[in-house]
């Protein structure tokens, strides 16, 4: 049994709820918010230092390894603060939610309290007795009176906002604790850290989940798992990175390979080796050796402000095609950046599903239903990420090609609204919908005489069709089935004013 609170106390504690300063809650709201905004981009931005102390030609020796350690602490604290904010952030939100609950039903009930037949604090005592419970059983809820009502309902909140109110105040602390001399680093030393994601996040708490890590438990998950760290949608693209070069190296060493797969490795090292020494940025940010699957992006997915994903079609795999497929994203990425030479530029070759081989499974829906998943989970990483990381989303645009429009059609499908600013249909075989289907506020497609397949209708809809909805781009009328990427026709120059968001007239 509780103890009952005093009737008189109810009183006077809604009277104190109805005198509440909500506004001014609202604005504490509003403080805390706009620092809990910015704190992730400051952390990224520290965190970028913390790893760039890591590379090889950066500054050495007693005085760095120093800086380094501090800094790695200066992370870890940074790590902690960040969700101890936004846990606090989340309570502190209920709380001003709760408290407009209580201070408004509390108003209500003051005022509502003239008309009872008994002062209220008696009614809210007979509302607690076997009677009154008896009379709810016999003449239903309507036989409370409103002010008694109200006043319950606001107590009530009241109760809630106080509770949101010590978990925000914990939620703090925790962080507090955390921040120490040593802190996270010292749990990480001592072996505490998980290092391994729980099982089964969707890219948005993936993202969730590597923000929590301190620099220093994300470098060392790198390490030390980076199957993990380099497959899992929602990591940003410099984790992933690292990750897969780090198990790119370990499959090209290991004697006990596959040969199918060293000789895959090989092809991604080649083409990783030249972009390097042509001096331009590249991230592996797929290697699924196994699986046949390879995602590789030529510029910075983490800062770009215009993202390209080129999905292929059939008949092509990493060890055969990679360098193709690659040489139409580089394209296309120049393509965007002589039609707006401001925003940066990165455009990905993604062969980020089992593509079709035969005529069966050229002809049916299988591998695009499977790569439809990939697709759209790999899109939300992308914006998953980025906001985690507290930078703006890039505008993202999907190039679909012959069968890899199939995926994209299956990864609109998939639940929640597809990730993407624009799709371009390159010689679709069909939609199963319109375009308005694709989810997407910018549709696009390219087909022309020359290209069979973009008449056959296999899979639905003819994208060029006036019914389905689509805004053509430019196509020569010889153009043949795999030559929308030309460098001498007209629909890659179109397809880079899409990427950077200039519609083509």
Same mark, same amino acid.
């Given at each position: 049994m509780t103890t009952p609170v005093a009737p008189q106390d109810d009183v006077l504690r809604l009277q104190a709820l109805a005198a509440w300063d909500v506004p001014a809650?609202? *604005?504490?709201?509003? #403080?805390?918010? &706009?620092?809990?905004?910015?704190?992730?981009?400051?952390?990224?931005?520290?965190?970028?230092?913390v790893r760039?102390?890591?590379d090889e030609g950066c500054w050495v020796g007693p005085a760095a390894a120093q800086a380094g350690r501090l800094l790695l602490r200066l992370s870890s604290a940074a790590a902690a603060a960040d969700l101890g904010f936004a846990t606090s952030r989340a309570e502190c939100a209920h709380l001003v939610r709760q408290v407009n609950v209580a201070s408004g039903r509390a108003a209500t009930a003051l005022a509502l309290?003239?008309?009872?037949?008994?002062?209220?604090d008696a009614a809210l005592a007979h509302d607690g007795t076997l009677?009154?419970?008896?009379?709810?059983?016999?003449?239903?809820?309507?036989?409370?009176?409103? *002010?008694?009502?109200? #006043?319950?309902? &606001?107590l009530a909140a009241a109760a809630a906002a106080e509770a949101a109110a010590v978990r925000a105040e914990a939620a703090l602390a925790s962080a507090g604790a955390h921040a120490g001399p040593a802190g996270r680093l010292d749990e990480l030393d001592s072996g505490?850290?998980?290092?391994?994601?729980?099982?089964?996040?969707?890219?948005?708490e993936a993202a969730r989940w590597w923000a929590s890590l301190s620099s220093a438990a994300q470098l060392a998950l790198v390490d030390t798992a980076p199957a993990t760290v380099g497959s899992l949608d929602g990591v940003p693209a410099w984790a992933r990175d690292r990750a897969n070069r780090h198990a790119l190296r370990q499959a090209i060493e290991d004697p006990r390979a596959d040969d199918g797969q060293r000789a895959t490795a090989r092809v991604v090292a080649a083409l990783l080796a030249a972009e390097e020494a042509a001096g331009r940025a590249a991230q592996l940010h797929l290697l699924d050796l196994a699986g046949e699957r390879v995602a590789v992006a030529f510029g910075d997915l983490d800062t770009a402000a215009a993202v390209a994903l080129v999905v292929p079609g059939m008949n092509v795999s990493p060890g055969d095609d990679l360098h193709a497929v690659a040489g139409d994203a580089r394209d296309l990425a120049a393509s965007a950046s002589r039609a707006d030479p401001g925003p940066a530029v990165a455009a990905v070759a993604w062969l980020g599903y089992r593509a079709p081989h035969t005529v069966y499974s050229v002809t049916n829906r299988r591998a695009a239903t499977r790569g439809g998943a990939?697709?759209?989970?790999?899109?939300?990483?992308?914006?998953?990420?980025?906001?985690?990381?507290?930078?703006?989303?890039?505008?993202?645009?999907?190039?679909?090609?012959?069968?890899g429009t199939v995926v994209l059609d299956e990864a609109a499908d998939r639940q929640g609204r597809l990730a993407a600013d624009a799709v371009v249909l390159l010689g679709s075989p069909g939609m199963e919908d319109d375009a308005a289907g694709l989810?997407?506020?910018?549709?696009?497609?390219?087909?022309?005489?020359?290209?069979p397949v973009s008449w056959v209708g296999w899979f639905g809809a003819e994208t060029w069709s006036r019914a389905f909805g689509s805004t053509g781009l430019p196509a020569d009328p010889g153009t043949g089935h795999s030559q929308y990427f030309d460098r001498d026709r007209p629909t890659l120059a179109a397809m880079?004013?899409?990427?950077v968001g200039r519609p083509p007239d």
């Open positions: 809650l609202r *604005a504490g709201l509003h #403080a805390l918010t &706009a620092l809990d905004d910015g704190f992730p981009a400051w952390r990224t931005r520290l965190d970028a230092v760039a102390l890591e309290a003239p008309d009872l037949p008994v002062p209220l009677a009154a419970a008896v009379d709810r059983l016999v003449l239903g809820p309507e036989s409370v009176a409103p *002010a008694v009502a109200m #006043a319950k309902e &606001a505490a850290l998980p290092l391994e994601p729980p099982a089964g996040l969707d890219p948005r990939a697709l759209d989970a790999a899109l939300d990483g992308l914006a998953a990420a980025r906001t985690m990381a507290g930078v703006p989303r890039p505008r993202t645009t999907v190039v679909g090609h012959s069968y989810e997407a506020p910018e549709v696009y497609d390219a087909a022309s005489p020359a290209d880079g004013e899409v990427v």
